[in-house]
């Protein structure tokens, strides 16, 4: 079997805030096979943030190990984990975090800049199949206040897609959409999922999202408090269909 993509083991996060410590993660251990489609689920306080921070390289643990790819973060520069960053996770945020005044397709090859080895026709051929891959190939040279949320938010796909990353680690990807778009976003992932295999974390707080990925882990007070996998997996495409069509949706 396959290494993790994602393992941790025993993760705890604790911040000093004055003369007290705030223990934002207790002891946090799971780990994300290769192809696995996992919603991280938790409210408000629950350390989800935290966590997430640590998924994503940005921070790392207090105690215990984080693996990505097979490399322990907790031992790493600065540099090292922003390199880390960019080769092996592809971000997808709430709020799209696109540049105004740039084009889907321009949007889309940021993350190649940071690599050198890369030309200027690798990157655009590589963002251009990205775009292919999440159906926006007609929509190459608009800028985001052309499109649609729903179109944002899969241009925010496609950059998160344009490096080959191991992981996709979405942050709320639905949030700011209503249900319609939110439906058409996680069809998408489940796409990406089972047809190419991309190996998904998506974060969110909304139970009717989380029943379209195959596992949920959820957080409460710092620690997993539940790790099942859903039996029922429901089908993002079937739920866009079903919807009424004359709804405000």
């Known amino acids: 079997m396959a290494n993790p993509i994602l393992d941790m083991q025993h993760l705890k996060r604790e911040f000093k805030m004055g003369s007290e410590t705030v223990r934002a993660l207790k002891g946090i251990s799971f780990s994300v096979n290769p192809g696995e489609f996992v ?21 790392q643990p207090t105690e215990g190990d984080y693996l990505l790819d097979g490399v322990n973060v907790r031992y790493l520069s600065r ?3 922003a390199r880390l960053r960019n080769r092996k996770i592809g971000f997808v945020f709430q709020s799209y975090n696109l540049l105004a005044r740039t084009s889907a397709l321009e949007n889309v090859e940021l993350p190649l800049l940071y690599n050198s080895g890369i030309s200027a026709d690798v990157r655009k051929v590589k963002a251009v199949k990205a775009l292919e891959a999440v159906k926006l190939s007609d929509r190459l ?6 499109l649609s949320g729903g179109q944002q938010q899969r241009v925010a796909i496609a950059r998160a897609l344009v490096n080959e990353p191991v992981m996709i680690l979405a942050d709320e990807a639905t949030g700011n959409l209503d249900t319609r778009t939110s439906y058409e976003i996680m069809s998408l992932l489940q796409e990406l999922n089972t047809q190419q295999g991309k190996t998904i974390v998506f974060v969110t707080h909304e139970p009717d999202i989380a029943a379209f990925s195959q596992r949920t882990v959820t957080l409460k007070d710092g620690r997993v408090i539940k790790d099942a996998k859903n039996e029922n997996v429901r089908s993002a495409r079937e739920a866009l269909e079903n919807l009424p069509v004359n709804d405000d949706y």
């Open 39 to 59: 919603t991280i689920m938790g409210s408000s306080g629950s350390g989800k943030t935290t966590l997430l921070n640590i998924v994503g390289c940005l921070d």
């Open 141 to 146: 040279d608009h800028l985001p206040n052309q």
């Open 79 to 81: 540099n090292q984990l």
